[in-house]
Nanobody, 127 residues
Framework: QVQLVESGGGLVQAGGSLRVSCVAS????????MGWFRQGPGKDREFVAA????????YYADSVKGRFTISRDNDKTTVYLQMNSLKPEDTAVYYC????????????????????WGQGTQVTVSS
């Protein structure tokens, strides 16, 4: 079993920055693809960003490309999401997710690929 605990959410003004973190415990962290998803008020949960086990391959939703950066520190079993130039539409609960030993052809942007989820951290961007 894997536990994921997010932190770093909060209230920020539009144009500001915030970094959210997710610490994983349990199985070998280096064998996971890690992702961030978000769910805004009245919306479905959507993909934000993902990073492969090595940290060398990253994926981003078009809506955050160029503003958000995902990274991971395997020694600290932590994945980060640095969010810059925040907009009110980025307001959401941000969830960390882990895909253990991704299958061949796995799509990191797809929610159903992920095996474990955190409880989420609220990010609110005021206009």
């Amino acid at each position: 079993q894997v536990q994921l605990v997010e932190s770093g959410g909060g209230l920020v003004q539009a144009g500001g920055s915030l970094r959210v973190s997710c610490v994983a415990s349990g199985r070998a962290f280096g064998r996971y693809t890690m992702g961030w998803f978000r769910q805004g008020p009245g919306k479905d949960r959507e993909f934000v960003a993902a990073v492969a086990w090595s940290g060398g391959t990253t994926y981003y939703a078009d809506s955050v490309k160029g503003r958000f950066t995902i990274s991971r520190d395997n020694d600290k079993t932590t994945v980060y999401l640095q969010m810059n130039s925040l907009k009110p539409e980025d307001t959401a609960v941000y969830y960390c997710a882990a895909d253990y030993l991704p299958r061949s052809g796995a799509q990191p942007t797809v929610e159903s690929e992920y095996d474990f989820w955190g409880q989420g951290t609220q990010v609110t961007v005021s206009s």
